[in-house]
């Protein structure tokens, strides 16, 4: 586990920089004394950090995606809330998208009145007559996240924060490297923690002539 403290140190460190991070008094390993809002460079690092983090956490990893999860309807206005994610009930859903048998059915997350909800984009409504099973990916805290997806976080954020403001600009290929690396390793390491084969996909079951694959995570068959 990387604190957020010791992430935005790593960076400021890359950049030839001394610690300026603290951890919270109470949150401490996922929030700093400084945060983001401020103007010290420790806080314009966590600021590049954050934006790293949800771009990466966006893209869906085995440790922030939930796969083959139903979803019903409520009783009395047939709307469908977003999951409350199985490995961080803090989470936020950040991509949803239908799974299985639904996987026809077109929808996205929209905002209904202040509570973002599933939305059905097929027919323009909020409104379903049945259950969903859907596959999502949730923006987790940042001490949850597995240590080789927070070095490849640091080391792209120290290289745009660096491009920024030209801290250290003979360090550019050197961070360049540090980040191809990382990302590397990142991917290595989510191929190794995959729970999926990737010959049991819906798109290669399809190419075989094959109507089912098998989940390992949840130990069940969807067609």
Request: glycine residues 6%.
């Amino acid at each position: 586990m990387t604190t957020k403290a010791e992430a935005v140190n790593s960076i400021l460190r890359k950049l030839g920089k001394p610690d300026q991070a603290n951890p919270h008094s109470v949150n401490a390993t996922y929030q700093t004394v400084d945060g983001a809002t401020g103007s010290s460079t420790a806080s314009y690092a966590e600021r590049y950090l954050d934006s790293c983090d949800l771009t990466t956490q966006t893209k869906g990893w085995y440790f922030n995606t939930e796969y083959d999860v139903e979803l019903t309807p409520d009783g009395v206005t047939s709307k469908i809330s977003l999951p409350t994610p199985i490995g961080d009930t803090s989470g936020t859903v950040i991509k949803i998208d239908t799974w299985g048998a639904d996987q026809s059915k077109n929808v996205i997350i929209r905002n209904d009145g202040g509570t973002e909800r599933l939305f059905d984009l097929d027919n323009n409504v909020f409104t379903f007559t049945s259950s969903l099973k859907v596959i999502y990916s949730y923006k987790t805290r940042f001490d949850f996240i597995p240590t080789h997806f927070a070095d490849y976080m640091v080391a792209k954020a120290a290289l745009e924060l660096n491009a920024a403001f030209l801290f250290n600009p003979k360090i550019m290929t050197l961070l360049s490297q540090e980040v191809g690396r990382t990302e590397a390793i990142m991917n290595r390491t989510n191929n190794e923690q995959e729970d999926f084969n990737v010959l049991e996909t819906q798109e290669a079951l399809a190419i075989r002539g094959r109507s089912g694959s098998t989940s390992r995570r949840r130990g069940t068959r969807f067609p």
